[in-house]
C-alpha cells in the first residue's frame, strides 16, 4: 500500500503559469518535506514542515511556497514557473526530524513549456 | 559546508557478483546514515540505516558497514540482480546535520546480465 502518494505524477505547465503539486501520507508522521530532484543529482530540500511550523531553506527561491492544510496533506505551489524548474519534485515524510528516516513518494515530475 | 560524497560515480556489476558502494562523510559528529535506492523515474527508496553506535547491519542481501575512523560507510549488495540497477544514495540525518537530509552525490549501479 503506497504510504506517500503524489500527484499528478507527470505535470506539464506554461512558462510563468502557477502550479500545484500535491502529497499526501497515510503514516500519520509530523514532518513533511519537499525536495527538488534535478536530472543525475541528488534531491534538494526546498523546505519542511514539522507539524504546522513551516520552515524554509535560506536558498529556496520565492517563487517557490508551500501550504499543509492538515497532517495528511502539503501542497508544492510554484507562482511563476521558469524554465529552470522543470525538474523530478520529491515529497518526504518522517516521524520526527533528528536521526529518522524519510520515507518517499514516487514523485511528480515538472515539465515547463 | 558538512558533506557526505561517493567514490565511484558508476560501478558495473555482473549479475550474480557482489557489488560495494562506498560513501564518505566530513562531519565526524555525524551519527545517523542512511542509504537509498533510486529508480529511474521513482523516488528514493529506504535500504538500510546505521546508527554511529554500530559498525555493521545487515538486511536482506544488504550489508552497512560503518568506519568511523576515517568517516567512511559502505553498502555491500550481495548476488547483485538485474532489479539492482539503479542510483545509490547515501544520507546522513543527525544533529551533525542540522536535523536534516543530507545526500551524497550518488552512484549508478549497472548490473550486466
Known amino acids: 500500500d503506497a504510504m506517500v502518494i503524489q500527484n499528478p505524477r507527470y505535470q506539464v505547465t506554461q512558462f510563468g503559469k502557477p502550479v500545484t503539486l500535491s502529497c499526501s501520507q497515510t503514516?500519520?508522521?509530523?514532518?513533511m518535506y519537499w525536495y527538488q530532484q534535478k536530472s543525475s543529482q541528488a534531491p534538494k530540500l526546498l523546505f519542511h514542515?514539522?507539524?504546522?511550523?513551516?520552515?524554509n531553506e535560506a536558498d529556496t527561491p520565492d517563487n517557490f511556497q508551500s501550504r499543509r492544510p492538515n497532517t495528511s496533506f502539503c501542497f508544492l505551489d510554484i507562482r511563476s514557473p521558469g524554465l529552470g524548474d522543470a525538474a523530478m519534485y520529491l515529497c518526504?515524510?518522517?516521524?520526527?526530524?533528528?536521526?529518522?528516516?524519510?520515507?518517499f513518494g514516487p514523485g511528480t515530475r515538472l515539465l515547463v513549456l | 559546508g558538512e558533506s557526505v560524497g561517493l567514490h565511484l560515480p558508476t560501478l558495473s556489476v555482473q549479475e550474480g557478483d557482489n557489488s560495494i558502494i562506498n560513501c564518505a562523510y566530513s562531519?565526524?559528529?555525524?551519527?545517523?546514515f542512511i542509504w537509498y535506492k533510486q529508480e529511474s523515474g521513482k523516488g528514493p527508496q529506504f535500504i538500510i540505516d546505521?546508527?554511529?553506535?554500530?559498525d555493521k547491519r545487515q538486511g536482506q542481501r544488504v550489508t552497512v558497514l560503518l568506519n568511523k575512523t576515517v568517516k567512511h560507510l559502505s553498502l555491500q549488495i550481495a548476488a547483485t540482480q538485474p532489479g539492482d540497477s539503479a542510483v545509490y544514495f547515501c544520507?546522513?540525518?543527525?544533529?551533525?546535520?542540522?536535523?536534516?537530509?543530507?545526500f551524497g552525490g550518488g552512484t549508478r549501479v549497472l548490473v550486466k546480465p
Open positions: 518526504a515524510t518522517s516521524r520526527d526530524r533528528n536521526q529518522e528516516t524519510q520515507y
Open positions: 503514516l500519520n508522521h509530523n514532518v
Open positions: 514542515y514539522y507539524d504546522k511550523d513551516f520552515n
Open positions: 562531519n565526524s559528529a555525524s551519527d545517523y
Open positions: 546505521i546508527r554511529s553506535n554500530m
Open positions: 544520507a546522513e540525518n543527525g544533529a551533525a546535520a542540522g536535523n536534516k537530509l543530507t
